[in-house]
Each structure stands twice: as structure tokens, then as C-alpha cells.
């Protein structure tokens, strides 16, 4: 109910639809950031985030040591109290007590249509099968802007150690298909151009009773590290819109010192 108030509350008609998808979108920022001499490096889990006297080392597996002036970690909480030994225990209690569930998305692209009567987006409330939402994007912004191939997502919220979050995007296909063709009896696995998967354990905090007093300060114990993750971002739904107003919040705390 959170969710669909956070929705109808906070949100208006006038819905925006980035050309391109979520991927032109991440895809713009990050040029407009290194045509700001900023620097990506890509794939590099990191290990570990110290306060030092000079500023804050950001060590990785890939041996890259860099010390900055200030540091935003935006992972997910239990992540973070991982890689930042130095906080406080109070604080990474907070963080460890923290929950969430997990997400999974299979994208398809198909041939043809799955939802024939222009549904966009179809809810399943069965137990008994094995994924929540079918979303046929290209019921909502046309083929045309996506090669003429139809383009739909199926998911579901589930435990973050849900052994489907491991599962590879051929086995989803297999275990989701004779449900699809319940939906519409001419899909089949021949329906198929292309198949994407993409899942994380931490996907939608939970915000229990009391949360509001429990948010995390976006500026940690340590001085020149801030915290920036969809756990703040109560009372609203988790969100695009949410983390750049987050990232705003982020920016006024560095300017203001």
C-alpha cells in the first residue's frame, strides 16, 4: 500500500518518457561527466573506504588506490558498512538492521505481440506462478523506437537469497514459457530475438513501522565520506527521481563547507 500511495500521492499527469530508455539516460550523464574531465572506472568493486589525514582512500581489486577530497558511497547499505570498517558500531548497526528485497527483470524481445489487447502493464496474482508483473513496454512507446521488435519485461519481488536471482536468463525462459503461452497461446520459445536478465538482492527497502526516525544521515561519522542509497529516500518509493534529488541533497552538503 506504501507503494501504490507513494505513487498517486507524489506523483502527477505529466509523466516524462526519456528518449532511448534508462540506458541513453545513464549512457548522457556519464558523457556529460567525463566531458567534465570526471573519470569512470568501470567494473571495479571496491574493497574498502578510509578516512585518512589527507582524504579518503578508496582501495579496489584492481589495485587502483586513489585518494580523494570527499567520497559519496551510494551502494546499498550493507554493502557499505562492509567496505567502510572505519564507522563507527552504532552506525553500522544501523545500516546491518536495515532490510530490503531482492529484484529480478527478464526483458524479451519478441517477434510479435504478447499482450494483444494493448495492455501495458498486467499484474499476476497467483501463487502458483512464477513471476508478479508482464510490462510490454512497446505497449506504452512504440516498436518503432526499438527497432520494430516488441519489448516486454517480467519480474517479481523475492527474498534476497531467492536461488532464481542466480538463475541465468536461457533457465527463466524455459521455467517462464508455458506460463506466457497461458497468456497468449502463440508465444513460444521461437517468439524470441533476444533475452536479457538483470537482478540484485537489493532492489526495494522495506520501511517498517518507526522508520521515519531511523533514516541514515546522508553525512556519515566519518568527515569527508556521505551515504547515499534508496534507504533515504522515506516516505517516498524507490526511484529515479528520488536519487537525483538525493544527489542534489549530496551536492548541497559538499558546497556548503
Known amino acids: 500500500m506504501r507503494w501504490f500511495w507513494a505513487r498517486v500521492f507524489k506523483r502527477t499527469p505529466s509523466l516524462r518518457y526519456y528518449n532511448g530508455g534508462f540506458s541513453s539516460f545513464a549512457h548522457d550523464i556519464a ?6 574531465h570526471g573519470f569512470l ?4 568493486p571496491v574493497e574498502c573506504i578510509r578516512q585518512e589525514q589527507m582524504g579518503v582512500s578508496v582501495i579496489s581489486e584492481q589495485a587502483l588506490d586513489p585518494v ?7 551502494t546499498a547499505p550493507h554493502i557499505f558498512f562492509k567496505q567502510a570498517e572505519q564507522l563507527p558500531e552504532t552506525y553500522k548497526n544501523m545500516l546491518s538492521n536495515l532490510t530490503a528485497i531482492g529484484a529480478y527483470t527478464l526483458v524479451l524481445s519478441l517477434k510479435h505481440k504478447l499482450l494483444t489487447d ?3 502493464w498486467l499484474n499476476v496474482n497467483d501463487e502458483n506462478w512464477p513471476f508478479l508483473a508482464v510490462v510490454e513496454h512497446t505497449n506504452f512507446q512504440d516498436k518503432s523506437h526499438y527497432n520494430n521488435e516488441h519489448v516486454v519485461y517480467i519480474g517479481d519481488y523475492v527474498n534476497p537469497t531467492d536461488p532464481i536471482l542466480s538463475q541465468s536468463p536461457e533457465q527463466l525462459v524455459e521455467k517462464f514459457t508455458p506460463y506466457l503461452n497461458k497468456i497468449n497461446p502463440l508465444f513460444s520459445a521461437e517468439s524470441i530475438n533476444h533475452s536479457f536478465l538483470f537482478s540484485t538482492p537489493y532492489a526495494q527497502p522495506i520501511f517498517e513501522v518507526g522508520y521515519g526516525k531511523n533514516i541514515p544521515p546522508i553525512q556519515t561519522p566519518l568527515e569527508n565520506v556521505l551515504f547515499a542509497s534508496m534507504s533515504q529516500v522515506y516516505p517516498w518509493d524507490r526511484g529515479t527521481n528520488y536519487a537525483i534529488e538525493l544527489g542534489k541533497k549530496c551536492v548541497d552538503i559538499l558546497s556548503s563547507e
Do not use: G, Q, S
Not at 558523457?31 to 567534465?36: C, D, H, K, M
Not at 572506472?41 to 571495479?44: A, G, K, N, S, V
Open 41 to 44: 572506472y568501470l567494473e571495479t
Open 31 to 36: 558523457t556529460a561527466f567525463t566531458n567534465a
Open 68 to 74: 580523494f577530497d570527499k567520497v559519496i558511497a551510494t
Open 118 to 120: 494493448d495492455t501495458y
